[in-house]
């Protein structure tokens, strides 16, 4: 399959809404304008898209960052993996992910996280197929009474 990967830009969002809605069945507009916007204002974007005869069919949202959680070299964080589903299995993730990994080692960035639900199997299984690992950190969470 013919694939190109390129950078997003304010463009692609009515796409990736429409993707991640077929994905999830929520229609997310505001989350997806303003990783857009992250991505395109200031600091260091790794935010990808993968393109099959004009359209596009997958991203990886995300962004490099310097000094998070208290480790003094620069580390990337992936918010995003979108594929169509009517691409699922096709190879684009992982077009996407060596894309992304090329770009982060051109940048001397050592690593790449991100956070999954326990739930999204088909998700963790391939991060674990591209070379993620778990790590030993203990993620806290505080829940408001609203």
Known sequence: MDVQIRS???DDLDRLVTID???TGRRRERWYKEALHRSQSGGISMS???VHDGVLIGAMLGSVRY???GQPEPSAELDTVLVHPAFHGSGIGRTLMDALLGNLKALCVER???QVDWQEQDLLAFLAHTGFVPVPQLVLEHKLDL
């Open 112 to 114: 790449l996280r991100t």
């Open 67 to 69: 000094g998070e959680f």
């Open 48 to 50: 990808l898209g993968a």
């Open 8 to 10: 997003l830009n304010a």
């Open 21 to 23: 809605e077929a994905i």
